[in-house]
């Protein structure tokens, strides 16, 4: 049962247009998500993060949205440049049963065209 | 420079035989993670552990085995019965415990196994 999904396998966007990437989960325990950034080859890396005490939060081009009665998350950048091209993973904390692990999304590769 | 290093990058297994991936922190970090990503798949956990001598199963442990015998060292050996082990294999660290949620993952760069 994926309790953290990612809808969009795929997505691609013109260069210095808004790029969106969603991601749903099914746990109102989750209470804090991170989006990590991941090139071939390479481990995913750190982008931003959110509490769920928060409904947005910005650093830079990247602002991450979250809507807790939807259990919905977004990850927007602005404006998109072809270095963004990647895939992007969603995750969310869980703290069940005394383990403390981030459960990902399947991931969304994004492409941005020059 | 704190890290997290994954050898080799790239790793070329027979059919019938049992390989080791290793995973090796100089974070101080308790807790390592080890993940298999395949196309479409994302990244699915397979064993985790929070401290020293203790580790957990994943969502996907049949056909490894882990070993948690020093804080800085995770290997992933990929058993014969892992009947399809072909996949990009990740390791991690973090802080572990409720730090975890502040600080998140630091993944190591991967390794490429291949079944020839």
């Known amino acids: 049962d994926q309790q953290v999904k990612q809808n969009s396998p795929s997505l691609s966007v013109q260069e210095g247009r808004i790029s969106i990437l969603n991601c749903d989960y099914t746990?109102?325990?989750?209470?804090?998500f991170l989006w990590y950034k991941k090139y071939p080859a390479e481990g995913p890396t750190f982008l931003i993060s959110?509490?769920?005490?928060?409904d947005k939060n910005e650093d830079g081009r990247f602002t991450v949205f979250l809507n807790k009665s939807a259990k919905h998350l977004s990850l927007h950048i602005v404006p998109s440049q072809p270095g963004d091209s990647a895939v992007y993973f969603c995750a969310a904390f869980s703290s069940f049963s005394g383990t403390y692990k981030y459960i990902f999304g399947t991931g969304t590769r994004l492409k941005v065209l020059a | 420079d704190g890290g997290i290093t994954q050898s080799p990058k790239y790793l070329f297994r027979k059919e019938g035989q049992n390989v080791t991936l290793s995973c090796e922190q100089n974070l101080n970090h308790d807790a390592m993670y080890w993940y298999r990503q395949d196309p479409g798949q994302g990244l699915r956990l397979i064993y985790y552990s929070q401290i020293v001598n203790d580790f957990q199963k994943g969502d996907i442990a049949e056909g490894y085995s882990v070993s948690r015998e020093k804080k800085e060292s995770f290997p992933l050996t990929v058993t014969s019965a892992q009947k399809n082990p072909t996949a990009f294999y990740l390791c991690?660290?973090?802080?572990?415990?409720?730090?975890?949620?502040?600080?998140?993952?630091?993944f190591g760069s991967g390794t490429r196994l291949t079944v020839v």
């Open positions: 959110i509490s769920s005490i928060k």
């Open positions: 746990n109102s325990m989750f209470d804090y």
């Open positions: 991690a660290s973090s802080i572990g415990g409720t730090g975890t949620v502040n600080y998140g993952y630091t």
